[in-house]
């Protein structure tokens, strides 16, 4: 907005403001209504665009409240987002950033975005958290049934990983039947996964990861934590990337 704008809508408040004064405490007449209506109005009409910039300011306001919400989330829940004994952690156990990604093995941005975090596994120094988040049905359960499993029997992550891409990277719905074959060609111990897969760890293990989705306000997949950064859907590697270096030093780029 121009200065002459500005002055305009100081202007246009001002006389607000002096009609609401002049009623003291007592309430507006109708025709004092009328002529704070009519003074809006016409400035409003003469000067679109201050809507737009109120709509701006609203969303930049709003945003702000919603990182502030999500950070105290992420904050008031570091443990069983960062450190629980039932999830994956692969890269650098001591990393300086911690990148937390919540997925399902039928999501399509999930596929995607798998090469986002083969890439960023790349990072000495970021340890990565895998969380299975199954939204997408049955069949995505099954499948999320059997990664957990397959996590039991592999506190490494290596075997875990091989699974992981395979399954995500595969074609066809992903299933129980599905995930097992992933699981077989990935070199698991298959009766010993039948087993783990009916113990309770399976259920908490899905339990909590959908209480932590929920908490930091996660509707979709992929969702990410970054840091104590929320983000959530497929924003691709540069961003991704981005918000591991405000996470680690501060600035897009360290």
Do not use: W
């Not at 403001?17 to 009409?45: K, N, P």
């Amino acid at each position: 907005m121009t200065n002459k704008l500005r002055i305009a809508a100081i202007g246009a408040a001002l006389m607000a403001s002096a009609l609401m004064q002049s009623a003291s405490a007592a309430e507006f007449s109708s025709t004092q209504r009328d002529e704070i209506g009519t003074i809006v109005r016409e400035y409003l009409i003469a000067h679109p665009e201050v809507l737009q910039e109120a709509m701006a300011e609203l969303d930049k306001r709003q945003q702000a409240a919603e990182t502030e919400k999500h950070q105290a989330a992420v904050k008031d829940n570091a443990k069983a987002l960062f450190s629980s004994p039932n999830q994956v952690t692969l890269g650098n156990p001591k990393g300086d950033v911690t990148f937390v990604e919540f997925f399902d093995y039928n999501c399509g941005y999930c596929k995607h975005a798998m090469g986002d975090m083969l890439a960023l596994l790349k990072d000495p120094n970021l340890k990565v958290v895998l969380k299975e988040f199954p939204v997408l049905g049955p069949g995505s359960v099954e499948a999320a049934q059997v990664a957990v499993a397959v996590r039991m029997q592999d506190p490494t992550g290596q075997k875990y990983l091989d699974f992981h891409q395979k399954l995500l990277g595969g074609r066809g719905q992903a299933d129980k039947a599905h995930a097992l074959a992933a699981a077989k060609e990935a070199g698991l111990d298959m009766a010993r996964l039948e087993k783990d897969m009916a113990s309770p760890e399976v259920k908490t293990t899905l339990t909590e990861n959908f209480k932590l989705a929920e908490t930091l306000g996660m509707n979709g997949t992929p969702s990410y934590v970054i840091g104590n950064d929320v983000v959530v859907g497929a924003v691709g590697l540069d961003a991704l990337r981005q918000k591991v270096s405000m996470a680690r030093c501060g600035k897009a780029t360290c």
